[in-house]
């Protein structure tokens, strides 16, 4: 099916679930994600013949990340969404805000370094770069705050709300490049919040929270906006093929209303797996105190009691 551009997909049939889900693979999509299974599976079956273990949860989290990716770009609802506002904006959401998260929680970062060898003294492979990556000032500044809440808000309003949507959706590279863009934004805004992985910019859980909060009133402000629109904003979608027997306005609220329910989706996920990760942190907290009150005989406690024994020794 021809992709180049506005007319593409013209002869689609009216939209169902069980349509929208046929297989009609984006081959860019389909190769990486494709690449990405092979990647961690070979880091996952590495570790585990060197003996070390890791969490089935994680794997789970990534193989679901990468589907949700392809079910979005390798089925017709990629097909439909470059004709249909509120399939396009399914696919965004998806890809911006739920895959990211599963990604995320399956730790690839992690599982690299785990997995990499040392490239040896002196000399600088895979893992080396990886780790300097990490800590360079350039990943610093795109997992600030400051850096990944404005971009989050204007992949929106920036995209939707000038011409540069239908510039991108002009082509199939434009397509391409602007889902990646979508992806790549979902990441480094979660990434700060609740990822697993090690990040130059990780506050108290707190703080994370907060950033969390601070970006998902604008999603659902964009969804309102669309919804209460009296005429069709966006001008890809102003004209639907007849073919689907769909009115552009119907459709824009539709996709405005995706639009502001998904921003609690990711928030109550989100908000889940901070307290989950709070939790489990004050209990390894606790459990380093114990090991260490064991280790040296809990002196704490000892001179806590030796000072009120004192207190009372002045008191008699």
């Known amino acids: 099916m021809d992709h180049s551009g506005h007319g593409m997909t013209m002869d689609l049939p009216p939209f169902t679930l069980g349509r929208g889900l046929a297989w009609s693979a984006d081959p860019f999509f389909l190769i990486a994600c494709l690449l990405g299974l092979a990647l961690y599976g ?3 079956v590495r570790l585990v013949r060197r003996g070390d273990k890791w969490p089935v949860g994680r794997t ?7 589907l949700s990716v392809a079910l979005m770009m390798c089925t017709k609802l990629n097909d439909y969404g470059m004709v249909m506002f509120s399939v396009h904006m399914v696919q965004h959401m998806v890809i911006s805000m739920v895959s990211p ?7 690839p970062v992690t599982l690299a370094l785990r997995a990499l060898p040392p490239a040896g003294r002196g000399r600088k492979g895979p893992r080396e770069l990886l780790l300097m990556l990490l800590h ?12 990944t809440i404005p971009l ?8 939707y709300f000038t011409p540069l949507f239908d510039t991108l959706m002009g082509s199939r590279a434009g397509h391409i490049g602007m889902m990646v863009h979508f992806l790549a934004v979902g990441v480094v805004f979660f990434w700060p919040i609740m ?9 108290g859980y707190l703080m994370r929270m907060l950033e969390l909060f601070a970006g998902m009133p604008f999603h659902a402000f964009f969804g309102i906006a669309l919804m209460m629109a009296s005429s069709p904003m966006v001008e890809t979608f102003k004209n639907p093929p007849a073919s689907l ?10 996709a405005g209303g995706i639009a502001w329910a998904f921003s609690e989706v990711p928030s109550v996920l989100v908000l889940l797996a901070l307290l989950f990760q709070w939790y489990a942190s004050e209990e390894r907290q606790a459990r380093r105190s114990d ?4 280790r040296d005989g809990d002196k704490e406690l000892a001179a806590y009691n030796a000072y009120l024994a004192s207190l009372n020794t002045r008191g008699g």
């Open 42 to 44: 070979w880091g996952v």
């Open 60 to 66: 789970v989290a990534f193989v679901a990340g990468v």
């Open 101 to 107: 998260i599963l990604l995320l929680l399956g730790a």
């Open 136 to 147: 360079s000032r350039y990943m610093r500044i795109i997992t600030h705050p400051a850096f």
């Open 152 to 159: 989050f808000i204007a992949s929106l309003y920036a995209l």
């Open 195 to 203: 990822g697993v992985d090690p990040g130059p910019h990780r506050p």
């Open 245 to 254: 027997g769909i009115d552009a306005l119907s459709d824009q609220n539709a």
């Open 291 to 294: 090991r260490a009150a064991e």
